[in-house]
């Protein structure tokens, strides 16, 4: 099955400074790659996502690449705020398939 | 429009002793997913729902979990009998169909096994 890997676990920026989570996967069947933002005790919530025949997706502040030859996708914050401190999951599926796969979490925290 | 609803938020048992969350999706959501969060974990699913039918089932542990979806809305995952390793939180989500990769999850359930 699909094996994803989420790094680094725990990530500390400064308020206006960028962040980078990385994810790798196994599956190249792979599709479908969404990122999530669970604040503590809250609900995953759906950030950003990309579909395998894209390289790269800008939403304001946040993007996302997908590199499919080395089967890894990246979540890129830019000018982070201290609202932004939460942890930060990465999935992996094959789309029509529907099943995700997660990482492990990264926390992020913003120091202002 | 109303989220994902689950319930309880929180519960507190003894260990072997049954337990039940209810999931409601999100209006003309057709799939709905179980899902495990462990502490410091990523969510990890449990069984995924077309409509009444369970296609993915692989990760329940079928000798103490069970789950219906009857008339192919509301969910409710059963546990009997609760282990202490069964604490975790217990989420729900649910997508418009299986060609919609979107999934929408509700606030979980915190279960803790004594």
């Known amino acids: 099955g699909e094996n994803v890997e989420q790094h680094p676990s725990t990530l500390s920026v400064q308020e206006g400074d960028s962040a980078v989570i990385k994810c790798t996967y196994s599956?190249?069947?792979?599709?479908?790659f969404p990122w999530y933002k669970q604040e503590l005790g809250k609900r995953p919530q759906l950030i950003i996502d990309?579909?395998?025949?894209?390289g790269e997706k800008k939403d304001q502040r946040i993007a996302v690449t997908l590199n499919k030859t080395a089967k890894h996708f990246s979540l890129h914050i830019t000018e982070t705020q201290p609202e932004d401190s939460a942890v930060y999951f990465c999935a992996a599926s094959k789309g029509n398939a529907g099943k995700s796969t997660f990482g492990d979490g990264t926390t992020l925290t913003v120091k202002p | 429009e109303a989220g994902v609803v689950q319930s309880p938020r929180y519960k507190i048992i003894e260990k072997k002793q049954p337990v039940a969350f209810w999931c409601n999706p999100i209006?003309?959501?057709?799939?709905l997913y179980w899902y495990r969060q462990n502490l410091g974990q990523g969510p990890e699913l449990l069984i995924r729902y077309e409509n009444e039918e369970a296609v993915d089932d692989s990760q329940l542990p079928k000798d103490r979990f069970s789950a219906e979806r009857l008339k192919g809305v509301d969910s409710t995952l059963k546990i009997q009998p609760a282990e202490l390793g069964d604490s975790a939180v217990y989420l729900c989500?649910?997508?418009?169909?299986?060609?919609?990769?979107?999934?929408?999850f509700g606030p979980g359930t915190r279960l803790t096994v004594l």
């Open positions: 989500a649910s997508s418009l169909d299986v060609g919609s990769d979107t999934q929408y």
């Open positions: 990309i579909r395998s025949n894209v």
């Open positions: 209006s003309g959501h057709n799939t």
């Open positions: 599956d190249s069947a792979s599709n479908y």
